[in-house]
């Protein structure tokens, strides 16, 4: 994974464990025009690559490709892309550009430089997309159709990005406080995040390292707005209780929760509606780590999955950093802190995004 | 593993039409995309109509269509559990273009929240979900070559998993046209198989939205 805490896993976790947010000023967003300057940007992209996304993306696919089988099929989930290159097309009037946006470059580009020979996907499903890439995965190899599924989730910032949400006021003046009583918006993030999804008898039989095991995935729609969720969660609690039957589980089988907490108030509180309702006579702990990396849009999902998959093997779950004063739904299952978790850690990971779009997937530890 | 079609409709310059069971018509539209043309297409009005982008309008449209041939009635109010996936950048593209060409003529302060709004690839599915109340999965899936063949690969192995949704609406568009398919889960049996492969096989050859609409606006071709 690629985090504004820098390149690789480690350095992702132990950042987001430590409690310091990514989230700053940065002189890319004027002031004047916007509601803040705040965000989680990535230090230093090269700037050698055509876009900022492929800035980001470029060494990530290097590191990783001794990893990916060449049989892999590949998901590559984004919101936006290379919208950077649609803005120097707009910018300059260079029609040819413009054409160069289109996701599909991108994605022949990660296939070729991962030297991948399976079937590759765009998949899109708003802040949602990796997540629903996620399942699709899971769909796909639990079906015997592909053994093997590289899913890339990457977003990048950009003028047009914070543009739109800074026009939906859908930005925090300061930085992202989610499950919060005084949140006041999203901070925006960027990364990219990989997980291969595999057949377990062929990961144990390449004695893979197996970050965990996906129990259960389900994606749904609200069918309610284009850019606030249902204010009851019952899209979300409807999209839980799929993959907890998925997984032949129960909600006392859910030890933690990674909520989407994007830390607006609307967000947060449809959550805390879905969780109640679902989880409500176990209350699991939750927390978010859009207080830490911002809010990843397209990578959210599988990074999120990732850092939980981590937490599983460290029986810790991060802190909700900026959740300094739990908002009453979210008082005592929101800590700013770290906290432990024993035994048969299963954690429930959700995602949410414009149009309605929700996602669930149950981790569990490897046997 | 299979899916079988239970309806299609498309809409292109000048002529919308639609294939299933129940309902199958031809309808010419005076002006590309001028769908408020067909009579008693939307059992209920779809708020905001007038203020979508044509694209969201057309596959609002093509989903009317389809759901009434297909015998899903939409009763207001009630939930559907059908997956809708959607492939076809175009739209999107443009639209972005437009968002920030907006932006950037405003002097770079605000851009137009109504437009920004239809700036993801699954805007037009999201208004399809709100209007006709689907509650599946609403996914963007471009696949690398052939995308509708994807589209229904991802269908049939969706419907298939437990606890699927009940049917699946699968569209595909660019600027000038929009298809609209209602797939089902097949049964195991020989025929379902065969329809489900033979259009598969079709499908991969088709490379934009127009070459499948003048194929499946033969109705033998999805073996109704």
Known sequence: MVTPYGPGADAGWNGIVSGHSAIKGNCKFSREVFITQNAAMIPGPSGTERSRLMDIVAPALESIRPRVPEDAALLLATTTGEIDLLERAVIGGLPELLEQAHPRNLLNMVKKRLGIRGPAEVISAACASSAAALARAADMVSTGRNRAVLVAGCDALSEFVFAGFSTLMALSPTRARPFDCRRDGLSLGEAAAFALVMEPERAYAEKRDINARIMGWASASDANHMTGPSREGEGLAETIKKALRMAGLTSRDITSICAHGTGTVYNDAMEMKAFNSVLGNVPAPLYSIKGSTGHTMGAAGVLEALIAAESIKKDTIPPTVGAEEPHADAAGRVSDQCREIKDNHTVLTTNSGFGGANSAIILGATQ | ?224
């Open chain 2, 1 to 224: 593993m299979n899916a079988v079609v239970r309806a299609v409709a498309g809409i292109e310059s000048g002529t919308a039409f639609v294939r299933g069971k129940e309902l199958d018509a031809e309808y010419p539209l005076p002006a590309p995309y001028e769908i408020e043309s067909i009579p008693q297409l939307f059992p209920d009005p779809v708020k905001n109509f007038g203020r979508f982008p044509r694209h969201v309008r057309a596959a609002c449209a093509a989903c009317a269509l389809a759901l009434k041939a297909a015998d899903i009635r939409h009763e207001k109010g009630e939930r559907r559990d059908i997956a809708l996936f959607a492939a076809g950048y175009e739209p999107t593209l443009t639209i972005n273009r437009e968002f920030f060409k907006d932006y950037l003529d405003a002097g770079r302060t605000m851009g137009r929240g109504n437009l920004f709004i239809y700036t993801l690839p699954t805007s037009a599915i999201a208004e399809v979900s709100i209007h006709f109340a689907l509650t599946g999965p609403a996914i963007f899936i471009e696949a690398d070559s052939a995308p509708f063949e994807r589209l229904l690969d991802v269908a049939a192995q969706m419907l298939h998993q437990p606890y699927a949704p009940d049917a699946a609406v699968l569209f595909w568009q660019d600027m000038e046209k929009t298809l609209c398919v209602i797939a089902g889960p097949g049964s195991d049996g020989l025929e379902d198989n065969k329809r489900h492969d033979q259009l598969q096989h079709r499908a991969a050859k088709w490379r934009t939205p127009g070459e499948a609409i003048r194929h499946l606006k033969h109705a033998r071709a999805v073996g109704f």
